[in-house]
């Protein structure tokens, strides 16, 4: 999450051990008081530590998702000293502690302003049943005033088996303004891999950016409903009161695909307390851009103190958010109306969960939340003798258990809807089926990602994946009009060492390879907030060796 207007701060009383309150069912997997990230020798490490190209305090992870054995953890690039922004933990190897993060998928894969290769500030990231990951790059640098948009918008997808990168799509002129930022994004996938969307929230370009993997192709929706409730914008985090007035649609979730074939989206502004739905059969169609204003629907709000950022919806219709005001991760079941009598709490801590940024469920049913103390860093002083970031995981089933969301369907309800009493129902649709959103069975065959695998989350006849990797097209791997840097770790395997190459200037004249000067060009954009920390980005000049 990253605010976008100037906060202004009225009592800055950041003493987070004054009601302290433990987490029950959460349980801590990782703790950090600073990031550390795995560099290839420590004399690499040393020349990015002494040149600023490397400061352990600046660091703030802000999104987390699993797959497998990787935790992938993202870390914008708001200050200097960030080394990689696409991050992951290797839970094989290090089951729980404070790990130093690797880069994804690889050191060359980060490099700021590398705009054909490489990853300028990653915010939300997203695994998919195909076994891809997709991370959405901002192409910026800095916040505030210091923000340089070193790149277009790009959305990266790669294969989780191989780590090739399978398509990188830059969003369109017509699908951003001055004052986009985006941040995060949803997943929709319907009978294949092929038939997936991505829906990506404008939250101060105030938008709604579609994209069809089938297509390759994007389409923006403008509707009031991504405006920010001018009552809503007053915080209290941490002991700290700030304003974040202007913040729009910001969290989304999808429900299971229902009767219908489609999804529902749910989201809301940030600076709101109400929640917002579409179905996905609207925004799937691109010629509804201009004519789908009643096709959108309001709901009430969620009571008083229930700002949130990020929400994430179960395949039996459960969805968890953040409750940034509360230190808290609470619940609501699409089954039930949209009121605050109908949310719960699955776990709050006055210290622990301070600003939970991201939550995710895996397909596991395990649910993952970091929390990294945002407002604090932002706005005051983070104390780094003291453990400033967590990831915390838990039961699915757990964390609701108790709540007003722990709902199970009538085993009743559900033979009814598939023929009757007498027809036997498989237990996995027992378990998985919500009769009150219609929801279809689901399973997924196979379970990873490849040419052949068939991914069919419905009854219907599977569809073959057969999407290969992409050649350029005028939307991928574009850097006209853009400053790269090609500076990039280069890993010979067989040696073990690191050699060196040419670099390249550039399309303005700039030298973005110098390791005197080196800073960062471009222009300034709006898009990344109210907050203003440090010069211009210096190049990453510890990066002298190429492939």
Same mark, same amino acid.
């Given at each position: ?73 993202? #870390? ?29 998928? !690889? ?121 920010? !409730? ?29 009767? *219908? ?88 801590? *006055? ?17 993952? #939340? ?10 005051? *002083? ?39 009493? !007498? ?125």
């Amino acid at each position: 999450m990253q605010p976008g207007t100037m906060l202004v701060v009225v009592v800055v009383v950041a003493c987070l051990a004054a009601g302290v309150s433990g987490t029950q069912k959460l349980q801590e997997r990782y703790s950090w008081q600073q990031l550390d990230f795995v560099f290839p020798n420590q004399r690499l490490k040393q020349q990015a530590l002494a040149r600023g190209d490397y400061v352990p305090t600046n660091g703030l992870p802000v999104g987390i998702e699993r797959w497998e054995n990787k935790l992938f953890v993202s #870390v914008p690039r708001w200050k200097d000293g960030i080394p990689s922004t696409l991050n992951y933990i290797d839970m094989n190897q290090t089951p729980s502690g404070s790990p130093a993060l690797i880069p994804y998928p !690889d050191w060359s894969s980060n490099v700021a302003g590398d705009c054909a290769n490489g990853l300028s500030t990653v915010y939300r990231i997203k695994a998919d049943k195909c076994g891809r990951l997709w991370a959405l790059d901002t192409g910026t640098v800095g916040i505030g005033n210091t923000t340089q948009q070193l790149c277009p918008y790009a959305l990266n997808i790669w294969d989780l088996k191989t780590n090739r990168r399978l398509r990188r799509y830059e969003l369109r002129p017509e699908d951003t303004n001055p004052n986009t930022f985006i941040a995060n994004i949803a997943l929709d996938m319907g009978r294949s891999c092929d038939d997936t969307f991505a829906y990506m929230s404008d939250e101060l370009g105030y938008g709604l950016i579609v994209y069809s993997f089938e297509q390759n192709k994007s389409w923006r929706f403008a509707h009031s409903f991504f405006f920010p !409730d001018p009552l809503r914008g007053d915080f209290n985090v941490a002991g700290l009161n700030f304003q974040w007035g202007e913040e729009g649609i910001f969290g989304m979730s999808l429900t299971p695909l229902q009767a *219908d074939g489609y999804r529902t989206l749910y989201f809301s502004p940030l600076a709101s307390h109400r929640e917002f739905t579409v179905s996905t059969r609207i925004l799937r169609d691109e010629s509804k851009v201009e004519e789908s204003f009643h096709d959108f629907q309001y709901l009430k709000e969620r009571g008083p103190n229930s700002h949130t950022t990020s929400r994430v919806m179960s395949e039996t219709g459960l969805q968890l958010f953040n409750l940034i005001d509360q230190n808290a991760v609470g619940c609501w079941h699409s089954s039930l109306p949209y009121s605050p009598e109908y949310h719960g709490v699955v776990d709050r801590d *006055d210290v622990e969960l301070v600003f939970p940024a991201d939550v995710k469920i895996d397909d596991e049913e395990q649910v993952w #939340v970091i929390s990294d103390r945002m407002p604090v860093f932002l706005i005051a *002083d983070l104390d780094y003798s003291d453990v400033n970031f967590r990831i915390f995981s838990a039961p699915l089933a757990t964390l609701v258990a108790g709540t007003v969301c722990d709902v199970q369907p009538p085993f009743g309800a559900i033979q009814a809807k598939f023929g009757g009493a !007498d027809v036997p129902v498989p237990t996995d649709l027992a378990t998985t089926y919500n009769t009150d959103t219609t929801l279809l069975p689901t399973t997924y065959p196979g379970g990873s990602f490849t040419p052949s695998l068939a991914y069919a989350p419905t009854v219907a006849p599977q569809v073959k994946f057969t999407q290969g990797y992409d050649t350029p097209t005028s939307h991928m791997f574009s850097t006209q009009s853009y400053p790269t840097t090609a500076k990039a770790y280069g890993y010979n395997k067989y040696h073990g060492e690191y050699h060196g190459g040419s670099y390249h200037h550039g399309p303005h004249g700039h030298d973005h390879g110098s390791e005197h000067d080196g800073a960062y060009n471009g222009g300034h954009h709006r898009g990344s907030g109210g907050y203003w920390h440090g010069p211009p980005k210096k190049q990453d000049s510890w990066k002298q060796y190429f492939y």
